[in-house]
């Protein structure tokens, strides 16, 4: 059977565009104060969660690319979510029109290599499609794990800044075959 496009597959992993059944999972996982504590510390509620849903499937209609909905292949379970968007952030330096890669995983998944499998999966699938594009990322300075596979990924950092109140790390991953600059 052949996927779409926009469906990944790994080893372990099955990654797909948000649909509405995904929803309940996603604001559970929005709202676990203990997965927000690099954003802001606190959980989001359904209604933030669900205005971040609403932009991760706008995103697939509007700029060909957007989130996915990350689960286990095995059983099925949800395992979080990972990226690319636009969030046209409110921050300097601006970090352009250029897609920003994110991920953001369950605590029970953590320490499994999920994370790591589902961004390389999805780098693979934007280097293949974002045409000479870098990426970027926004990383709070105290998501050590997040910053450390940022950077296995091939993510650099070109600035520090400060993103509702909490400082993070802007880093960037050229497109394949140029070099950072």
């Known amino acids: 059977m052949t996927l779409p496009d926009n469906v990944l597959q790994t080893a372990r992993l099955t990654l797909t565009p948000p649909v509405l059944a995904d929803f309940e999972e996603s604001a559970a996982l929005w709202g676990d104060p203990v997965v927000m504590r690099h954003m802001g510390g606190e959980g989001l509620t359904r209604t933030a969660s669900w205005a971040g849903f609403l932009r991760s499937v706008g995103s697939w209609a509007l700029l060909g690319y957007g989130g996915w909905v990350v689960r286990e292949r095995a059983s099925g379970r949800f395992v979080g ?8 952030r409110d921050i300097t330096p601006a970090l352009g029109d250029d897609p920003e890669a994110g991920w953001v995983l369950a605590p029970w998944s953590h320490g499994q290599g999920f994370a790591a499998e589902a961004v390389a999966a999805m780098l693979a699938w934007g280097d293949a ?18 910053l450390r596979l940022a950077s296995r990924m091939g993510y650099t950092e070109f600035a520090r800044s400060t993103f509702r109140g909490d400082e993070v790390v802007l880093l ?9 600059g």
């Open 129 to 146: 499609r974002f045409d000479g594009a870098r990426t970027v990322c926004m990383i709070n300075l105290g998501n050590a794990p997040s």
């Open 81 to 88: 979510e990972a990226g690319f968007t636009d969030f046209k």
């Open 172 to 180: 960037q991953r050229p497109a394949p075959g140029r070099q950072s």
